[in-house]
């Protein structure tokens, strides 16, 4: 019998595991360092070990329990009622957009002469146009909670105005998906956030998830038509009709760069970019936790709307952009216990090299209609049993 210590850890019995002396039975279970911060950790949260055992990396995670958001909700405004108070829209909203808009038109044009493959528009697509674009979906987003304006049609016309340098239409769309990602957070079939079955089977894999994390864009612009259509009514037509116009204004009158570097900047925007590091960090599960919603609290929010106040905006929707920190403040006894992620890039590299989180990381319900169907096929499997019994 002997022991041996590995980089100043406790010694390893080697006759506790048969003599293996690969030392991998005898290492503690090992993640990577903060890749969640607890404010108030428990002494299972060491910041190195996983506090519960790794999710089942062929499935999903399936809860029975309801989206956490609503509960909090009552729970912070019964403790909090001057919560309401920092409901309501944001003015400086419509500047920030304006000042984004412009910049990101004055690039396009800027580089009307400048050659798709050269260092200096790819530079300029990544870094400034990346960064624009990416402000732009967030402010689509904070604008889909009319948090613009008071009134719906002036927030519905700002979102397809901040729409013009992505490139697609887009605003009208988003809206009605997202605020079912609100309304039915984890519910299959209807959160088309949630990642599908066929991306489960072929992404769940090193390569499959650096495929994910560069076309990110492209999983959340097709995955919603494909898992949920939309009725298309008459803001589609007008997203649609403004987009395409401006486009075609766009390139008859400056060629097809400027298009291209504004499409180019909307991929860099959801590819592996810092800021883009969010689309993962809200909702995935990490570290053995059930924790469906995530929040970041560092200097990116400056660029991105405050998104990273996650579990913040979906506890209150109504609160906007500017006053998300406040609401955190106002009831510490909740934030701080939330575990919280130090940074998106990082949570980019670790979702791709960590075994432990991957396309499976998710939080899944039954929709209520698969509910139904499914108490439905029970309550008629107990009729044929007690058929089978009578016979």
């Known amino acids: 019998m002997h022991s041996s210590s590995i980089s100043g850890s406790q010694p390893v019995d080697f006759s506790l595991f048969g003599g293996a002396e690969s030392l991998t039975e005898g290492k503690k279970p090992h993640r990577t360092p903060r890749r969640t911060v607890v404010i108030r950790p428990t002494d299972k949260d060491d910041g190195s070990s996983h506090v519960a055992p790794p999710q089942d990396p062929a499935d999903f995670l399936w809860l029975m329990t309801e989206e956490p958001h609503r509960s909090r909700r009552m729970q912070i405004l019964k403790a909090h009622p001057e919560v309401t108070k920092l409901m309501g829209h ?10 984004v808009v412009a910049l990101q ?3 396009a044009w800027a580089l009307r002469h400048s050659s798709p493959t050269s260092l200096l528009f790819l530079l300029c697509a990544y870094v400034i146009g990346g960064t624009a674009n990416h402000n732009l979906f967030l402010a689509i987003h904070e604008i889909t909670h009319n948090l613009a304006f008071k009134g719906i049609v002036p927030n519905k016309l700002l979102a397809m105005f901040a729409n013009l340098p992505i490139g697609i239409p887009y605003s009208v769309t988003f809206k009605g998906y997202h605020l079912e990602h609100h309304k039915f957070l ?17 992404l769940n894999n090193v390569l499959g998830k650096v495929f994910f994390a560069i076309f990110q864009i492209l999983f959340y612009a097709l995955r919603p038509g494909i898992v949920r259509a939309q009725k298309f009514g008459r803001w589609h037509v007008l997203n649609f009709a403004v987009q395409l116009v401006f486009d075609y204004l766009l390139i008859s009158t400056f060629g097809w760069r400027p298009f291209i570097y504004l499409i180019a900047s909307s991929f860099f925007a959801g590819s592996l970019h810092p800021c883009a590091g969010h689309f993962i960090a809200e909702h995935y599960l990490w570290d053995g936790l059930e924790q469906e919603t995530y929040s970041y609290y560092g200097p990116l ?34 934030y701080d216990t939330l575990p919280s992620h130090p940074s998106w890039p990082m949570v980019i590299v670790n979702f791709i090299r960590d075994k432990e989180v991957g396309i ?10 698969a509910k139904a ?18 016979e």
């Open 105 to 107: 038109l004055y690039c």
């Open 360 to 369: 499976f990381a998710r939080a899944k319900r039954l929709s209520k209609a």
């Open 301 to 334: 929010n400056v660029l991105a709307y405050n998104v990273g106040y996650h579990n913040e905006h979906h506890d209150f929707p109504s609160v906007p952009w500017t006053r998300l920190p406040a609401l955190r403040a106002l009831a510490p006894e909740v």
């Open 186 to 202: 984890g519910q299959d079939t209807i959160d088309v956030d949630l990642p599908t079955n066929l991306e489960l089977l072929l």
């Open 90 to 99: 944001e003015p400086l909203t419509k500047y920030v957009v304006l000042g």
């Open 373 to 390: 169907a499914a108490a439905s096929a029970k309550h008629q499997e107990d009729i044929d049993v007690e058929s089978d019994k009578s």
